[in-house]
């Protein structure tokens, strides 16, 4: 038999929280600003190893090169980068569960976006550190998940990383 988490009060997020675990509150809060989730040493050369590991292991890719999306075929191993025009970006969305993270190219290094508001409970919990798994594992170097970088303020503290090379994932502790 499953018990499902209690549900509590908590200053960072609105109403009765759903999250298991009030760390996650902190973690995911609701401040109108973006969480990213990136690769560390990755530069352009890794997007290709990384989609090839997403094409076998995502629920969903798809590809915006203009306003309508097209499904990326997981068998396909077509180069959707190069349809990129200079001057011009893409994003990529890919969905683990029922949660969504954007991918806006061209960039230098991996990284990712998603809204710390669409993360509601175990369930999307679940889904990020999913994903932040694929993404490690892909290029075999740590993921981590920050509060939204700025430009030139790229050394924010680490919320929650995944080390491939111990298999460990850490949090933000409050």
């Known amino acids: 038999m499953t018990t499902q988490p209690a549900q509590h009060d908590c200053e960072p997020r609105p109403g009765t929280c759903r ?74 969305a890919v969905r683990y569960g029922h949660t969504w993270f954007s991918g806006h190219l061209p960039v230098d290094g991996i990284e990712f976006s998603l809204w710390p508001d669409g993360i509601e409970d175990g369930a999307h919990v679940a889904d990020v550190l999913r994903f932040l798994t694929e993404l490690g594992t892909a290029c075999n170097r740590p993921a981590v998940l920050t509060a939204e970088t700025v430009t030139g303020h790229h050394e924010l503290p680490p919320l929650i990383t995944y080390d491939p090379s111990t298999g460990t994932t850490t949090h933000l502790r409050t």
């Open 19 to 92: 999250l298991p675990e009030p760390w996650m509150c902190d973690v995911f809060y609701v401040d109108g600003s973006l969480r990213d989730i990136t690769v560390t040493d990755t530069d352009d050369t890794h997007w290709q190893q990384v989609l090839r590991h997403l094409r076998s292991t995502a629920d969903q890719l798809t590809w915006y090169d203009g306003p309508e999306g097209q499904d990326l075929d997981p068998n396909d191993t077509s180069d959707p980068f190069a349809t990129i025009e200079d001057g011009y970006t893409a994003t990529l």
